[in-house]
Structure formats: C-alpha cells, structure tokens
C-alpha cells in the first residue's frame, strides 16, 4: 500500500507506528499486536507497510524507529530501552513489554587490573551507542574517548583495540568466552513501546497491550471441588474473592469452580489443589486481562 505522509496519517486519524524488520523484537512485537486485535499479516519484511485498524505499521530497523520517532515521522515505536536512551526518548510515553531483557554493562579485559569504570580514565571505550555512552562517563565525571564501532564488540576489546565496551549482555557467556569482566552495570533492558502523548488510536493500543500482557502472566483455571472446601481453595489463593461455582449434574458433592490465577501461584498450589480433592484440572491461558 502507499503510504501517507505523516501529515496526512494524522489528518486521517491513523497512527505511524514502527515495527522491528528481523528477529526476536519482530517476533514479539507481531505476537502481541495480533493477540491484542490487529491484523499484521501484510507485514512481508524490511520496509514493508500495512494498515492495521487505525495503525498504520511499517518495519524498520529499531534504530532508524527510534531516530524517526524522536524527528517527529512517527508517533511510536517497538525498540528496546538502551536504544530509546541512546536517542534520548526519555520523555515520550513508555510501555515495558518483559521480553528480550538484557542488561547494559561496561566490560573490560579480565587481566587488565582495572575493578571499577571509574578505573576507565583516559581509555577507549567501544561501543553501539556512543550518545548513551558519553553521557553516563560525563555524568560519573570520567573523561574518556568513546568510539562508534559496529559488529563485535567483545573481540575488539579482547583485541586490545579499545579499553573496555559498553554493550548489552544476556547471559554473560560472549563476554566469558573473549575474558571480559563486568566493570559495572548501567542498567536493565528489555522491549519497550515508545510513542507520543495524547493520540486516541494510541491510547487504545496501549489499552489492548495491557490486556495481552497480564494475561501471558495468568491462566484460567477449571477443576471439579468438593463442595465443602469451596471456603479453603479461596483462602489458598491470595487475591481469590468471588470464584465462579457452578453445579454438576448428578454431584451434589462437587462442583465446579473457575477462576483466574497468576501463573507461578497455580504452579505452587498445584499439590495442595490436589489435597484439597479437586480433579478435572484444566488450565488454559486467557487472551486478554484486564481488571
């Protein structure tokens, strides 16, 4: 499809929104818009566009989303937090998704003495985000010379071409395999929805957003209960007020109880369930939550 100017999108009533072109952020972000109402299937790869509702959707690097977003070409974008830092997004509105979690580190050579970031003085230091960088040494009052660097970075340090990195890290195995050590965390990532203030159609995605995301952390609950420890399963469950109880032809015994349960809490009871007599256990996740 053609695509409006932003202009013009505003003027429709639609919302530009970018949507990461490759990997585990592309994956996600089209997961939860679809759970959450909107059709993506017109999203083919790089630079594709398709309208969704009152989205008009377009994929790109995160990146460049971030650098639009902040010029004013889009009203929101799915990046992550390190990026929506290094373009300084900090003022937009911000919706922590929970998935690609990382963590911001500065890294430096394991055999180097150095213990500290402060110990960093005077060094190069690579890195993907250099406006990120050369504000949190300027902040902490550490005068060093950040470079722009792409590919990895943690063989250039190893390499001895620059001093230390500054990077994200998931599991800290790249860093152990070139003998890095973290020198110190500047803070946890992970996806994030970034968009402007005070647009209706945004205001409704991030309503649905909401919803999708509570109910990936809870699970409906179906089982069969002995009629007499309707009073304990509530108790069992913190937050458990009013589950639904519904007759079973032909038990006046049992019945049957639904309710909503967080999904580490219907793990930890699933013993005690058991005790307390119920059978028939379903548990299923629900589409959308809200309270």
């Known amino acids: ?3 409006l100017s932003t202009q013009g999108a505003a003027e429709a009533g639609l919302a530009r929104i970018a949507v990461p072109s490759k990997g585990r952020l592309r994956d996600e972000a089209l997961r939860l818009l679809s759970t959450a109402g909107y059709r993506v299937s017109g999203l083919r790869g790089a630079g594709s566009m398709t309208r969704a509702g009152m989205l008009e959707l377009i994929e790109m690097r995160p990146r460049d989303a971030a650098a639009a977003l902040a010029a004013g070409a889009l009203d929101g974008a799915f990046i992550a937090t390190d990026i929506g830092m290094e373009y300084q997004l900090e003022g937009f509105e911000c919706r922590p998704l929970g998935y690609s979690r990382s963590t911001l580190i500065v890294a430096s050579r394991d055999d ?28 902490e009052g550490i005068d060093v010379r950040v470079v722009a660097m792409g590919g990895s970075l943690e063989g250039v340090c190893a390499a001895g071409l620059a001093d230390a990195i500054v990077d994200n890290t998931e599991t800290g195995t790249s860093l152990r395999q070139n003998r890095l050590k973290v020198l110190t965390e500047i803070r946890d990532c992970e ?3 970034v968009h402007t203030a005070g647009l209706a ?11 999708a995301l509570a109910a990936r952390q809870a699970r409906y609950v179906m089982m069969h209960v002995p009629k007499d420890r309707i009073d304990d399963l509530v108790d069992m469950f913190h937050g458990l007020e009013s589950p639904t109880v519904l007759p079973l032809a032909g038990r006046d015994e049992l019945v049957a109880v639904h309710f909503v349960a967080k999904n580490e809490e219907l793990w930890a009871r ?9 059978t028939d256990i379903v548990a299923t996740q629900p589409v959308a939550l809200l309270d």
Do not use: I, Q, W
Request: no cysteine; proline share 2%; glycine share 10%.
């Open 112 to 139: 180097d003495g150095r213990t500290d970031h402060r110990d960093l003085e005077g060094g190069v230091v690579a890195t993907h985000m250099p406006n990120l960088t050369e504000k949190f040494f300027a902040d």
């Open 201 to 211: 159609v945004l205001e409704d995605l991030d309503l649905r957003m909401e919803a």
């Open 270 to 278: 699933l013993a005690d369930l058991r005790g307390l007599g119920a």
């Open 1 to 3: 499809m053609n695509a």
């Open 191 to 193: 996806a994030e929805f």
